[in-house]
């Protein structure tokens, strides 16, 4: 059974910066692919970027471009993604994904999924 645990969210001025990790489990992970979604109230599940666990390929939306990072630390078997320079529009409950599809940048290209972390922004 594969299981997801995110951790580091918080509270955190415009301008300021955080760093998410998923510790995964239950799986050897060497070939899936690995997801940072988030969702804010009232708003549907947004697309935040994608790791290929094999290759380190990524993936991001303009929207965090630049300044997010998504990174993996295969001994730890944990994903992180580094989120730079937030807006208050970056705030949302962030989850972490796995799954075997595609480096892809929609929710049904992930089979599992963690219980999410809050991370709001203030202006």
């Known amino acids: 059974q594969v299981q997801l645990v995110e951790s580091g969210g918080g509270l955190v001025q415009a301008g300021g910066s955080l760093r998410l990790s998923c510790a995964a489990s239950g799986r050897t992970f060497s070939f899936w692919y690995m997801g940072w979604f988030r969702q804010a109230p009232g708003k549907d599940r947004e697309f935040v970027a994608a790791?290929?666990?094999?290759?380190?390929?990524?993936r991001y939306p303009d929207s965090v471009k630049g300044r997010f990072s998504i990174s993996r630390d295969n001994a730890k078997n944990t994903m992180y993604l580094q989120m730079n320079s937030l807006k208050p529009e970056d705030t949302a409950v962030y989850y972490c994904?796995?799954?075997?599809?595609?480096?892809?940048?929609?929710?049904?290209?992930?089979?599992?999924w963690g219980q999410g972390t809050q991370v709001t922004v203030s202006s």
């Open positions: 790791l290929s666990w094999s290759s380190g390929s990524t």
């Open positions: 994904a796995a799954g075997q599809l595609r480096l892809g940048a929609n929710a049904w290209d992930y089979h599992y």
